[in-house]
């Protein structure tokens, strides 16, 4: 069983940057995929970003890609997401997920039915 644990979340200005990391625990961290999903209020869970589990592959969605970038330290069992020139419609709770290593495409990082385990969420609120 995998327990995941978000932090790094609070309240910033447009423009500004965040990192959220997510610790996990109870499995070998280096055989899981992981990801980085959002949901803002109103709004179904969106994908934001994954990498495989040596980090080699990584994907994002449209809406972040050039601004957040994903990494994995595996001897630390962490992933961070790393949030720059954070705009006000990135404001969301968002979690981090673990799935067990698969060998394919971004059609088991970009859908969260492919993740087994989900931490509680870090809320992040960007200010205009």
């Known amino acids: 069983q995998v327990q995941l644990v978000e932090s790094g979340g609070g309240l910033v200005q447009a423009g500004a940057s965040l990192r959220l990391s997510c610790a996990a625990s109870?499995?070998?961290?280096?055989?899981?995929?992981m990801g980085w999903f959002r949901q803002a209020p109103g709004k179904e869970r969106e994908f934001v970003a994954g990498?495989?589990?040596?980090?080699?592959?990584?994907y994002y969605a449209d809406s972040v890609k050039g601004r957040f970038t994903i990494s994995r330290d595996n001897a630390k069992n962490t992933s961070y997401l790393q949030m720059n020139s954070l705009k006000p419609e990135d404001t969301a709770i968002y979690y981090c997920?673990?799935?067990?290593?698969?060998?394919?495409?971004?059609?088991?990082?970009?859908?969260?039915?492919?993740?087994?385990?989900w931490g509680q969420g870090t809320q992040v609120t960007v200010s205009s």
């Open positions: 997920a673990a799935g067990y290593k698969v060998y394919g495409g971004s059609y088991y990082y970009t859908r969260g039915n492919m993740y087994g385990y």
């Open positions: 109870g499995g070998t961290f280096s055989d899981y995929r």
């Open positions: 990498i495989s589990w040596s980090g080699e592959q990584t």
